[in-house]
C-alpha cells in the first residue's frame, strides 16, 4: 500500500490578521485605513495558505484595502495520527516535517507510508494518481469525494475535522470585529467562494465569534485527552 490520507472539510475562515490605531463607530466606519496583514502560521502551498489567500483576496475586494499575506511557519500538528493509533490501538513512526509540501515530497517518493493532512494540498495529487485517498476524519462522507470512506465506518466515533478561523489582536474594537465578521461570513456565503473552495474539496462555514470561542474550547479539552495519553511533548 502506497498512500494515503484523510481529513477533510472547513468549518469556519482562515487565519489572523489587522493593525488598530483608533476606537468607536466611526473607527469602524471609515476602516481600514491603511493594508492588513493575514499572518498564515504554515508554509505557502499548504491547506491554510490555499483557503487563506483565497479569502484575503475576497476581503481585499470588499475592503479596498490591500490585504498582505504573510507566512509565518510555526509547529505542522500529528494529532490524529495519534488518534488514529489509540483508536486502533496499533503503533506507527511519527516523522516531524516544515511544512505540508516537504511532507508531500517525500510521500510521492515512498519514503513515508502514510499521511494525515487536509484535502486541499492533495487533491491535484489524488486527481493525478500519484496518492490515494484511503479515508476522511469527517463524521460523514463529504460530497466532493463521496466514494471515499470514513474513519468512523470501521472505527465509530472517530472525528477529525480540519477548520479555520480568523482571529485579530485582542484590543480589536467590537466595532471592527463586527465589521470584518460581516464582510468575511457575506463571501464565505458567496457561490464564488464556495465553487472555489469545492475544488479543494473545502465546505465554506460561517459563525459567531462567540460559537468559535465554544468550538475552541471542545477542541481543546478533546484533544487534550490524546496529548496527554500519547505522551507528546513540544521540542
Not at 486527481?127 to 466514494?147: V, Y
Not at 480540519?162 to 465589521?179: M, N
Request: hydrophobic share 45%; charged share 15%.
Amino acid at each position: 500500500m502506497r498512500n494515503q490520507l484523510k481529513i477533510i472539510r472547513i468549518v469556519s475562515i482562515p487565519c489572523v490578521a489587522g493593525l488598530f490605531a483608533c476606537n468607536g463607530a466611526q473607527c469602524a466606519e471609515n476602516y481600514p485605513h491603511k493594508p492588513l496583514r493575514m499572518v498564515i502560521p504554515y508554509t505557502p502551498g499548504g491547506p491554510t495558505d490555499l483557503v487563506g489567500r483565497a479569502l484575503a483576496a475576497k476581503l481585499q475586494e470588499a475592503l479596498g484595502q490591500q490585504v498582505i499575506v504573510d507566512n509565518r511557519s510555526g509547529g505542522t500538528g500529528h494529532l490524529g495520527m495519534e488518534l488514529l493509533k489509540q483508536a486502533a490501538h496499533i503503533d506507527m513512526l511519527h516523522i516531524p516535517y516544515k511544512g505540508t509540501a516537504p511532507a508531500l515530497t517525500d510521500m510521492i517518493a515512498g519514503q513515508v507510508q502514510l499521511m494525515f493532512t487536509s484535502l486541499p494540498s492533495v487533491q491535484p495529487h489524488v486527481a493525478a494518481g500519484r496518492l490515494r485517498l484511503l479515508a476522511t476524519g469527517a463524521a460523514k462522507r463529504t460530497p466532493t469525494i463521496p466514494d471515499t470512506p470514513t474513519m468512523a465506518e470501521t472505527m465509530p466515533g472517530y472525528e477529525l475535522v480540519t477548520w479555520y478561523g480568523v482571529f485579530l489582536p485582542a484590543r480589536a474594537p467590537a466595532t471592527i470585529v463586527a465589521r470584518l465578521h460581516a464582510e468575511l461570513a457575506r463571501i464565505l456565503a458567496s457561490p464564488a467562494i464556495e465553487r472555489q473552495f469545492a475544488q479543494y474539496g473545502v465546505e465554506p462555514v460561517s459563525g459567531t465569534p462567540q460559537a468559535l470561542a465554544t468550538y475552541m474550547r471542545a477542541e481543546t479539552e478533546r484533544w487534550g485527552k490524546v496529548i496527554r495519553a500519547s505522551g507528546i511533548r513540544l521540542d
